[in-house]
């Protein structure tokens, strides 16, 4: 997921203070120092001003870090309201388990007709066999839909890709982000 309507800032934190950091981490930024009658002067020149975007439409529920904060790769931002997503997911759960449980009743099924072959007919083996083979496609199709489900809730998490300060938002709890929205 990417962040709607935010931007942030890739620096490094160390450079805050007068001694270099003791690892320099990738060149997410550029700093330049100088040192004048006994003070220390840093300036901090971004390498990288990103602005973020979000995938999905939706209201702004939460915003989960504080403008001028540190952020991680991978942090949580920006929140859009996922109550349609909880509840698609929870019904595609539900779903998989169903086709679960039919599959596996069908595969008993067709175990039983290849076990007890002289009581079923070559036709009732057959259709037992097109039924464990339906009921497998469609628990094939509703672990899909669990996946699709679970990438839509995703998406209403707005995270940030790199570590960072989060400058700002363009938004407030409550207002609505178009989905690719800058």
């Known amino acids: 997921s990417l962040a709607a309507a935010t931007t942030v800032l890739f620096v490094d934190i ?11 981490p990738p060149d997410f930024y550029s700093t330049s120092s100088s040192i004048s ?15 973020l975007s979000s995938r999905a439409a939706g209201i702004v529920e939460f915003i ?28 595609a759960e539900a779903a998989l388990r169903g086709a679960k449980a039919d599959m596996d009743r069908a ?19 057959l259709e ?3 039924q ?11 672990a899909a839909a669990l ?8 998406n209403r998490d707005i995270i940030t890709l790199n570590n960072g300060i989060f400058l700002k938002t363009n938004k407030l709890v409550g ?5 690719y929205e800058t």
């Open 14 to 24: 160390g450079a805050f203070s007068a001694e270099a950091p003791a690892e320099r």
């Open 37 to 51: 009658r006994g003070s220390f002067r840093s300036v901090l020149r971004p390498a990288i001003d990103v602005s």
């Open 64 to 91: 989960r870090v504080a403008e001028g904060s540190p952020v991680t790769a991978n942090q949580t931002i920006i929140s859009l309201d996922s109550n349609q997503e909880k509840a698609e997911l929870a019904q």
């Open 107 to 125: 595969a008993a099924e067709l175990q039983r007709a290849n076990a007890l072959g002289g009581i079923y007919s070559e036709k009732q083996q």
């Open 128 to 130: 037992a066999k097109a």
């Open 132 to 142: 464990a083979e339906i009921t497998r496609s469609r628990y094939e199709q509703a």
């Open 147 to 154: 996946d699709l489900a679970k990438v839509r809730l995703s």
């Open 175 to 179: 207002e609505a982000v178009d989905r």
